[in-house]
Structure formats: C-alpha cells, structure tokens
T-cell receptor, first 113, second 116 residues
C-alpha cells in the first residue's frame, strides 16, 4: 500500500536558522509529491509540488524541496526561517493506482526568537 | 474570488444529533473531498466525489454520509452513529477527476465540530 511518512512530528528552530522537514514516500512507477502548509485554525495551502522534470522544486515563501528517487525522499528546506513560518506542514503523495492523495501525519514547525 | 467556502466555522452538537457541514466551490472543479483532522494524525479521507451524483467511501466513512447533487456542492452529514465526532473537518476540491492524484487540492477554511 502507498504511504507517506513524515519523520518528525515537531521541529523547533531559532529565527533566521535553516530548517529541513523530512518526508519519505513509498516507491511507485508514478508518484506526484506535494507540500502543504496549515496555519492555526485554517485550511491547507499548497507550498510546492513535484510532478516531473527538475528534481529541485521552488515554492512560495522561500521554501524548496528536492525529489530524490533513490532515497524515496522529498524533504522541504528553507535557508532562513521567520516567525511567520510557524505552522504545520504536510507532505502528500498522489499515486495513480490509489486515485487519491495520501497525506503524511504532519510536522509542526515552531520558531523561537 | 474563486475558492471553497465551508460553513459553519464552529459548530456544537449534543450527543445523538445529526449535523450537516456545508461545502461550496466556485472553481468549476469536478472532484471534491472531505477530510477529518485530529491532532497528531494528519488528514484522513472520509468521502470523495469525482463527478456529480457519484461518491466513494474513503478510509473512515463509518458514521458519515454525503451527497453530490450539484457540481459546486458537497455537504457532509455527521450522524449519531459516529462515535467520536469532535474534530476539525476540511473540504477540498481538485480539477483532476481521473485517477492519478496529479492535481493540486484546494482547501476550505475548515469547520470545527465539538460534541458536548
């Protein structure tokens, strides 16, 4: 069965420090990967997506992610975080055989001043 | 502005009552979804619909019902059979009605249901 795993439930970092949020997916011939962000008591909004092509994907708010097929990973990175990046981040995968998006359990990013 | 509107944002229910959460979209998307969110568990799919008058059960459909009479509307009813209904409910839509999940999901702002 397809799955998406986020390895860290919480990640605390200091403001202006770099951050990496980890995501691994189950391998498939065809997979599409997404990162969503959720601010408190709101819905999710798309940060970035990988469908095909370049393995380095740039998204909104200075975030980027790299698709690594050999390691089945799609980690999210930002070189310098801001207080406003405090939110929960979800990795998600779309599999042709599943006909639906599968979400990871989320990573709560907390920024310390 | 195009988007997804969920209502109400907050809802309180007594045990044994059915409640219906509204979800309307003006994005002209074929596919619509309902997710349940609990702390530490991510999003779990309740029901989804790829076309009008058709819908499929997701991973946790027991105690819930839906209808899709119009393309823009996908209401969710939380019935009294749902044993633990207190949660945050999210409605979403996508252009992609075919199998494949290639499309981006667009989410509403969510509805928080609390059972008293």
């Amino acid at each position: 069965a397809q799955s998406v795993t986020q390895l860290d439930s919480q990640v605390p970092v200091f403001e202006e420090a770099p951050v990496e949020l980890r995501c691994n997916y189950s391998s498939s011939v065809s997979v599409y990967l997404f990162w969503y962000v959720q601010y408190p008591n709101q819905g999710l909004q798309l940060l970035l997506k990988y469908l095909s092509g370049s393995t380095l994907v740039k998204g909104i708010n200075g975030f980027e992610a790299e698709f690594n097929k050999s390691q089945t990973s799609f980690h999210l990175r930002k070189p310098s975080v801001h207080i406003s990046d405090t939110a929960e981040y979800f990795c998600a995968g779309g599999y042709s055989s599943a006909s639906k998006i599968i979400f990871g359990s989320g990573t709560r990013l907390s920024i310390r001043p | 502005d195009g988007g997804i509107t969920q209502s109400p944002k907050y809802l309180f229910r007594k045990e044994g009552q059915n409640v219906t959460l509204s979800c309307e979209q003006n994005l002209n998307h074929d596919a619509m979804y309902w997710y349940r969110q609990d702390p530490g568990q991510g999003l779990r799919l309740i029901y989804y619909s790829q076309i009008v008058n058709d819908f499929q059960k997701g991973d946790i459909a027991e105690g819930y019902s839906v209808s899709r009479e119009k393309k823009e509307s996908f209401p969710l009813t939380v019935t009294s059979a749902q044993k633990n209904p207190t949660a945050f409910y999210l409605c979403a839509s996508s252009i992609d009605a075919a199998g494949g999940g290639t499309g981006e999901l667009f989410f509403g702002e969510g509805s928080r249901l609390t059972v008293l």
